[in-house]
């Protein structure tokens, strides 16, 4: 990516907003790089993508961990270098040579270590994670600062280099390149804006108050049309999901207490169920019971009355031979009294023996 016109400016400020990423957690590269240059095309190359032997500056990402003999610097890596076109990249030089070479960190305080890499794989990174790269170039100083940010989030800006005594050419051309080799990265550029810093005498409040203008216009364009950004709705939708997985849940715990209590009614239920039909079978045995008393207490009377008329047909019988007299009489009495004591106690058996067997 190349500027179709020189930059004009003496003294400027520029915001790159940038993500690179990648899947491994360890393996990575190459990076990406910002470049300000003479020369107005691009030619591929082995510097990020980019010819070799650049006049100008180039401003390295690297995430690719070389071997650094000299300097040991952790990676990823952001280091700025000048060239005259005369120097060649050597990132891992073993003899390093700084009038043939271009070599990362040669100048000094002219790099840092930071870690502006995503690893995709991980649960808390997301497209919205991304990474501004803030740089000033005023009275001959090239400064560099960096911050993370992802959606309401801005974390704290980080002063990376302040390299002084920086001779850029005049009407350069900005551009940005990148590589990744046999290790494949990607490497997203958000928006890339510059402005002048002629009359500016504090960069980094200038870009407080630019950037605070900024959020505020998108704000306001929003309120106006009632367009919120994707991540806005992502917001909503998951405020929906998540209301709508606590009303399940909830719903849920109440289904299962209400089962619960319906288990609890069928088992008292079936208990009282069981209670009445053992009361009930009492009953039935009790009044079964009250019945074979009743019949044995008529088998009785029917004995009993047939006993009476046994004995008033004696009697009358008695009547009817008293006027003969004689010894046969009292004889025939008792006899008669004995059959009929004989009949009424076997009787009395038969009652005894059948609610016996019974």
């Not at 890339?192 to 950037?211: E, G, H, I, K, Q």
Request: aromatic fraction near 10%; include cysteine.
């Amino acid at each position: 990516m190349l500027a179709q016109t020189p930059l004009s400016l003496p003294e400027w400020s520029a915001m790159l907003e940038i993500r690179a990423s990648g899947e491994s957690p360890h393996l990575y590269g190459d990076g990406l790089a910002i470049w300000l240059v003479s020369n107005p095309d691009h030619i591929e190359g082995p510097v990020f993508g980019r010819e070799d032997h650049w006049k100008g500056l180039g401003i390295f990402f690297d995430t690719f961990q070389n071997l650094d003999h000299s300097h040991h610097h952790k990676h990823p890596y952001i280091y700025a270098m000048m060239n005259d076109g005369t120097k060649g990249y050597i990132p891992d030089a073993e003899k390093p040579d700084p009038t043939k070479q271009a070599l990362p960190g040669a100048v000094e305080n002219s790099g840092c270590s930071y870690d502006f890499r995503y690893a995709e794989t991980r649960e808390d990174v997301s497209v919205l994670n991304h990474t501004r790269v803030h740089v000033t170039y005023k009275n001959k100083v090239l400064k560099l600062r960096l911050q993370q940010t992802s959606i309401g989030v801005n974390k704290e800006w980080y002063n990376c280099y302040e390299m002084k005594d920086v001779e850029i050419p005049q009407n350069a051309y900005f551009g940005v390149s990148s590589a990744t080799g046999d290790l494949v990265d990607n490497h997203d550029i958000i928006q890339f804006n510059v402005r002048n810093l002629a009359s500016v005498t504090d960069p980094d409040a200038d870009y407080d108050t630019w950037a605070r203008a900024e959020q505020d216009t998108i704000t306001s364009k929003l309120e106006e049309f009632d367009m919120r950004p994707a991540e806005a709705l992502q917001r909503d939708y998951q405020r929906v999901l998540r209301a709508q997985a606590a009303a399940i849940k909830s719903l849920s715990s109440d289904v299962e207490l209400l089962k619960q209590s319906m288990e609890f009614q069928l088992a008292s239920m079936s208990a009282g169920i069981d209670t009445q039909k053992s009361k009930l079978d009492e009953k039935g045995h009790d009044m079964r019971e009250v019945s074979k008393k009743m019949d044995a207490q008529n088998d009785v009377a029917a004995d009993v009355k047939s006993q009476k008329e046994m004995i008033a047909e004696l009697k009358k019988e008695v009547a009817e031979n008293a006027g003969g007299g004689g010894w046969r009489m009292p004889f025939f009495l008792l006899f008669a009294m004995l059959i009929g004591l004989a009949g009424i106690g076997y009787n009395r058996y038969r009652k005894i023996t059948k609610s016996h067997f019974l």
